[in-house]
Nanobody
Framework: VQLVESGGGFLQPGGSLRLSCAGS????????MSWHRQAPGKERELVAT????????NYGDSVKGRFTISRDNAKNAVYLQMNSLKPEDTAVYYC???????????WGQGTQVTVSS
């Protein structure tokens, strides 16, 4: 099983970035997917979730209205479109896959996003 994130980088406040996560080794469409992030010295927090068929999504309060999660089950991929980025969005962003009945659960290795002027 692998989850591989990509798309992280360094950018200025107000910019946009799209993260991608490619899954392999499991039946992607049977897993709910989510993005989490962890900033230095802080606990990992939930950013966004999307159900296995993409019919429902939820967001953390700090990113509502700015971030959009989506998925393409044909490509075994989940995305996070991040707009109006702020310095406080700086973190390592992790992709998570959780079987729709709860277990098993998998994590990617993370991708760094740095927002700074």
């Amino acid at each position: 099983v692998q989850l591989v994130e990509s798309g992280g980088g360094f950018l200025q406040p107000g910019g946009s970035l799209r993260l991608s996560c490619a899954g392999s080794g499991f039946t992607f469409s049977t897993y709910n997917m989510s993005w989490h992030r962890q900033a230095p010295g802080k606990e990992r927090e939930l950013v966004a979730t999307i159900t296995r068929f993409g019919s429902s999504s939820n967001y953390g309060d700090s990113v509502k209205g700015r971030f959009t999660i989506s998925r393409d089950n044909a490509k075994n991929a989940v995305y996070l479109q991040m707009n109006s980025l702020k310095p406080e969005d700086t973190a390592v962003y992790y992709c998570n896959a959780r079987y729709w009945r709860g277990r098993p659960e998998y994590w990617g290795q993370g991708t760094q996003v740095t927002v700074s002027s």
